[in-house]
């Protein structure tokens, strides 16, 4: 289908940006907004994006004039008349999308694609109410469009031949990499990243780790760009208690019901960076997100006592300890300073600690990968041992979190459910292990994907931990997804 003209309905910060990227492509695009004011302010955004773009190197000054003149303002619908393909992006509404639609199909001729860039609602609902059932698809474009190079491209039960594969297309045309699903709430960025904040929010709520603890987990321990809770409070706690709500809608079960915590905070006004307020607080400017107990207030010990389980002593800890000038026996009554015990993802660190004879000097170490460093306390540790060994880590150059002694510490009790959560959906068929990972290092900046997260810890392992979990705590969210036990089982990785 060659697709020249398109409408864009809409004109807030998605709609302008999603008409600069059609109109970069080279495109003529009918701009409409009803409301003048919002129209102009939408011109405003494309103007000032393109302006961004030339100064940034990203556009030729000359191709900027030319891109603002293929974009044609409008207030009414009668204007997209000889459009190929509109898409709406209006606010997140059912009632709203349908009268646009409703709309639009009176006007479009009838080869034209109807497409919605919603990230929540059915496609399949938006489409069963117009007149063109078999020509309505879900665009998906992240914010900012122009920048962002993913496209979720959602087809329907009753799409026609060739127009979801038109679509993807066209994605590409835009210099965009589209990712084909068929219609289920979240689609895969979403339903990937949301439970996982979600999570996130919960363990907050629960005790289990202090909000700085839980966001350096995540940048430091596991690559991601930005902490769980100030990305939620960046895109807006109202936002993502909703998309929970989609997602608990469809699919039930622990692992989407919205976190008690997110709710409350709704409630009370404080959605994240908009409000000046979340998880948070913005008031005066960017907030503090260390947590300054792992700090090295104290000077580290003068002398350890170093215990690897299942070892001979010699380990990646032993030789850093070593380097830094620091006394290390392995006898627990030695007249130490401290009792370290070095962690892996495996049993817990209350009996080895009960076993030292001085529990309440002893304290678990678990190099969780990058540069961070759990610091694993049992109810018995005292806040001396703890301080100490945060000291010590520090001074041995790594990032310090502090993690109760439950399977997976910290690091892994947030990344192990979200790679079960992938898995899950490639075993559903719903997505491949490489459109997974596109979905999430493209719309989500995920440095990798989470089946290359996954081979890369082992399938071995995220089993170990997720059987672990679920016999902790018996919650279904934890229980292992079959398809990773077969991989386990069998020695297999998902992206060869």
């Known amino acids: 289908m ?15 940006g999603i008409a600069e990227v059609f109109a970069r492509a080279g495109l003529e695009v009918v701009a409409i907004e009803a409301d003048p004011a919002a129209l102009r302010r939408g011109l405003d955004l494309l103007e000032r994006s393109l302006d961004r773009a030339v100064s940034r190197g990203r556009l030729a000054a000359a191709e900027r004039y030319a891109v603002g003149a293929r974009v044609r303002p409008a207030s009414g619908y009668a204007e997209a008349a000889g459009a190929d393909l509109a898409i709406e992006a209006v606010p997140e509404r059912p009632e709203l999308k349908r009268e646009v639609f409703a709309e639009l199909d009176r006007v479009l001729p009838p080869h034209a694609i109807l497409a919605t860039n919603t990230s929540s609602l059915s496609v399949t609902a938006i489409a069963a109410a117009t007149g063109r059932p078999g020509r309505v698809v879900g665009l998906h474009f992240f914010n900012p469009a122009p920048v962002m190079a993913l496209v979720e491209v959602v087809g329907t039960v009753l799409a026609a031949d060739g127009v979801t594969a038109a679509a993807a297309g066209l994605a590409r045309r835009l210099g965009k990499t589209p990712v084909q699903v068929t219609d289920r709430a979240g689609f895969v960025a979403n339903a990937l990243l949301l439970p996982y904040l979600n999570h996130a929010a919960r363990l907050l709520e629960t005790g289990f780790a202090s909000r700085a603890d ?109 380097r830094a000038g620091i006394t290390v026996n392995t006898d627990p009554a030695g007249g130490s300073d401290l009792v370290l015990i070095e962690k892996s993802l495996g049993d817990p660190l209350l009996a080895a600690a009960l076993a030292t004879g001085r529990p309440g000097d ?17 109810r018995l540790a005292s806040p001396a041992a703890a301080a100490a060994a945060a000291a010590l880590a520090a001074r041995l ?100």
């Not at 020249?4 to 807030?12: D, F, I, K, P």
């Not at 002893?362 to 460093?373: E, F, K, P, S, W």
């Open 214 to 322: 839980i966001d350096t987990a995540a940048t430091a321990g596991l690559g991601l760009p930005m902490g769980p809770l100030a990305l939620l409070d960046l895109i807006g706690l109202d936002t993502s208690l909703s998309i929970m709500e989609v997602l608990a809608a469809e699919f039930g079960g622990p692992r989407y019901a919205p976190a008690p915590l997110l709710r409350r905070l709704v409630d009370a006004g404080a959605t994240g960076r908009k409000s000046g307020r979340g998880f948070y607080d913005y008031a005066a400017g960017a907030p503090e997100t260390t947590d300054t107990r792992n700090g090295a207030a104290g000077p580290a010990p003068a002398s350890i006592t170093l215990i690897v389980p299942g070892a001979d002593g010699d380990s990646v800890l032993a030789d850093a300890v070593a």
């Open 362 to 378: 002893a304290v678990g170490l678990h190099l969780a990968g990058g540069n961070l460093a759990e610091i694993v306390l049992t």
């Open 397 to 496: 150059g790594w990032t310090v979190v502090r993690a109760p002694d439950r399977p997976g510490f910290l690091v892994g009790t947030l990344l192990y459910p979200h790679l079960a959560d992938a898995v899950r959906m490639v075993q559903d068929g719903y997505a491949s292990p490489a459109d997974v990972d596109t979905a999430m290092t493209l719309g989500c900046g995920y440095p990798r994907g989470p089946l290359e997260l996954l081979d890369e810890a082992g399938p071995a392992t995220a089993l170990a931990v997720l059987e672990a979990m679920h016999r902790a705590y018996g919650d279904p969210a934890f229980a292992p997804p079959p398809l990773l036990s077969d991989y386990a089982a069998a020695g297999l990785r998902f992206r060869d």
């Open 2 to 16: 060659d697709i020249r003209q398109v409408a864009v309905v809409g004109l807030g910060t998605m709609g302008a």
